[in-house]
């Protein structure tokens, strides 16, 4: 088990959506800030990295919400880098209230892209040691992708904002493409439970993503399969689970 | 004059841009959030004004930025209500790095929209006075914009968390808008001087929004003009200054 690292954050009225809630790329922008911190204080930020010629990128992230932090909220993010194999470190976070109740739950993994082949690079004792992660033989397996059928599709602009360091488009803003067909209603009146996300391939300024959805009821809930393409090509699949959210 | 209040602000990596520079959205934002906490303070918060039936709206920026501020900057943003007449609310804002230089200055145009009617409301005495504020007759004049002439238009996406809880576009928006169609490649190579944006109609989720815009060489600096556009009317108008930035 690796070293935990604690950050508080107060919720600020611009990470939250309509009704004061704060959103799902608010909320992993905020945890990978947490991880950010934790890096810098052990000496492996983004500096140490990148003379490395390397980057940190997001391969998944499986997100369960018990409830969707609000405006206002005084919170603490929790981080550990669990475990780690040749190609990809496990990274827990735990997202608590003022009364330390768990809120939110997120297991995400993490490479190190090479900056010029852009390909997965080996993970190098000397940049995970200082997280005492449990070394691991195994690559870790999780839930598979429910083909998207009967799709709809929407197409996505990209914006000079959307791109991050690692000049390809930052992996928070995948749920809000993801989303945006869902379209008002269905995100006004539905609370998410559970979103897991998959990054396959980079999108990059000047690609023409699109986004298919599909939507299936299944008894008190909604499963929403997603899946964001650049020229016929699979970049990104998400599949969330949803809730009527109850009427106050 | 008015009431000053000051917030400190630690710049996030996920409010900044590529180059890890504040993005103009972010940086409104956060002004913003000053405000909100001034009138919390004050006594005047949202759920006051929302009793009264009454949501604040944002009708006018100027900006002037003599440097944007860098990820991991400890920001002051200092805000003051200047002055008020019968529909408008002056108030400027100023963001000072942690050596007490300003950085950026914001004025700012506040109107108080009817919830029901969507129109502008009268501002009350007993809203405005806890603020000092100076009552005054005239209504301020703001710099005409020059009109867009020979322009480009690209049609945008309104996305659900685009939305606020005014139930519409969200002003912060609008710089993201404007900025789209100048393309990374202007914008990685330019650093925004001044700024003014005028919101003149509200845009709403299910509209189908266009931004027109033009660019003009000014010597050393650029003038971009733009437009949002609705069904052929104009939503808002933004005109900017850039400047080359110097390679480092």
Same sequence: chains 1, 2.
Wanted: proline share 3%; aromatic share 10%.
């Amino acid at each position: 088990m690796g070293l935990v690292y604690t950050m508080p954050h107060e919720v600020s009225y611009y990470e939250c959506d309509m009704s004061g809630q704060m959103t799902p790329s608010m909320l992993v922008a905020v945890a990978i800030k947490a991880s950010e911190q934790q890096s810098e204080q052990l000496g492996r930020g983004t500096a140490y990295i990148h003379e490395l010629g390397l980057n940190w990128i997001i391969t998944e992230y499986e997100i369960q919400v018990k409830c969707l932090p609000s405006v206002g909220e005084k919170l603490t993010i929790k981080t550990e880098a669990i475990s780690y194999n040749r190609f990809f470190c496990y990274r827990n976070f735990w997202i608590l209230n003022e009364q330390g109740e768990e809120l939110v739950s997120i297991q995400a993994i993490f490479a190190l892209m090479n900056q010029e082949t852009r390909k997965i690079s080996r993970v190098q004792d000397v940049i995970i040691e200082p997280y005492e992660s449990e070394a691991i033989k195994s690559i870790r397996r999780t839930a598979n992708f429910l083909p998207v059928e009967s799709f709809e599709t929407t197409s996505l602009n990209i914006l000079y904002y959307d791109i991050d360091e690692n000049h390809h488009v930052n992996n928070a803003v995948y749920f809000t493409w993801m989303f945006a067909p869902l379209g008002l209603e269905f995100l006004s009146t539905h609370e998410l439970l559970d979103s897991h996300i998959r990054f396959e391939k980079e999108v990059v300024y000047g690609d023409q993503p699109i986004v298919s959805f599909e939507k299936m009821n299944e008894g008190e809930t909604v499963i929403t399969k997603h899946e964001i393409l650049v020229a016929g090509n699979v970049c990104s699949r998400g599949q969330m689970l949803w809730r009527k959210k109850e009427i106050k």
